[in-house]
Nanobody, 113 residues
């Protein structure tokens, strides 16, 4: 079955960086668009970034454009989210999303001084 497992969250100071990873299994990874979403405290879940199967097309939420980079390694069945210049408002649980309505369990990112 489809399984998505996120890692890489943690506590970071404003201006810092983190890299999230999402390891996928149970489907032909290279054939599908993958996405990162986040849900901050008291907020609805929102799309952060998306990348097509071959990695040729990426899209970003306006709030993270220029600071975050989504990428994938189809040989490792893994999608990444490099987050730079982190801000307080980036604090959220970050989720990986894949095909067939699949979601990971989420990883907490907390930006705090």
């Amino acid at each position: 079955q489809v399984q998505l497992v996120e890692s890489g969250g943690g506590l970071v100071q404003p201006g810092g960086s983190l890299r999230l990873a999402c390891a996928a299994s149970g489907f032909t990874f290279r054939s599908y668009t993958m996405s990162w979403y986040r849900q901050g405290p008291g907020k609805e879940r929102e799309l952060v970034a998306r990348i097509t199967g071959a990695g040729g097309v990426t899209t970003y939420a306006a709030a993270v454009k220029g600071r975050f980079t989504i990428s994938r390694d189809n040989a490792k069945n893994t999608v990444y989210l490099q987050m730079n210049s982190l801000k307080f408002e980036d604090t959220a649980v970050y989720y990986c999303a894949g095909p067939f309505g699949s979601w990971g369990q989420g990883t907490q990112v907390t930006v705090s001084s």
